[in-house]
């Protein structure tokens, strides 16, 4: 994992293992959450700095900012949720506020293919600009993580081709994001769809269940014969 110095709270070799309970593994999950979110703020200013001078803002930033190494189950979705939840539900207030409640109610409620392409470009749009904010370049993209696409290793490199590297980073986690934005609405459609397919497939298995074995079951119960 590199240079553990900078991890605090004991994390050092991560929070498995007996060493930490659910409790505080939710609660480092919570910490971890809110430092990568301070870090990436951090990160976004150092490598204009860095990409400018070049300068290595960024590797001092990497090297002695605090972090919680969390890598248990509990932990890990906790940190997820503050990281990327929090500031995004915080982002769609602050989105409502600049387009008014009127016209959002609008695009929410809006229903066929223009409401729904309404309702992708209204969360697309929020994941976009909030994902590269709160997104350390230690973080990697879906496609990344699934072996799909190349990881950049920016932690070797320095100066101004590290902050090009962070931005770029940063910005296929926004793009990423938009894309997860987007579908939002597309698999509701779906999964809206699926269930009332699902609904009319069961309805004659219900039905037949009913007739077999409920109302016998009733009927008997209803003349005290048990």
Do not use: C, H
Request: hydrophobic share 40%.
């Amino acid at each position: 994992m590199g240079d553990k110095r900078n991890y605090i709270l004991g994390t050092r070799y991560g929070t498995k293992g007996s060493d930490f309970n659910k409790i505080e593994q939710f609660s480092l999950g919570v910490a971890s959450g809110g430092l990568k979110i301070a870090e990436a703020i951090l990160e976004l200013g150092a490598g204009f700095v860095d990409y400018a001078t070049d300068s290595n803002l960024l590797t001092y930033i990497e090297e002695n900012f605090p972090k919680i190494n969390v890598d248990d189950g509990v932990g890990k979705f906790t940190e997820l949720l503050v990281q990327y939840g929090v500031p995004y539900i915080g982002a769609t207030k602050i989105a409502s506020r600049l387009v008014g409640l009127k016209k959002l109610d609008s695009i929410t409620k809006s229903t066929g293919a223009s409401g729904v392409a309404k309702r992708m470009g209204y969360y697309g749009g929020i994941g976009v600009v909030t994902e590269p904010i709160i997104t350390t370049s230690r973080d990697k993209t879906l496609g990344q993580t699934f072996g799909l696409t190349a990881n950049p290793n920016i932690s070797d490199m320095t100066g101004r081709a590290r902050a090009a590297a962070t931005f770029k980073q940063k910005g296929m986690m926004g793009l990423e994001a938009a894309g997860v934005g987007a579908a939002l609405p597309v698999a509701g459609v779906a999964a809206k769809g699926a269930l009332i397919g699902a609904t009319k497939v069961a309805k004659p298995a219900v039905q037949v269940l009913d007739f077999a074995v409920v109302n016998p079951l009733s009927n008997v119960l209803s003349k005290g014969v048990i």
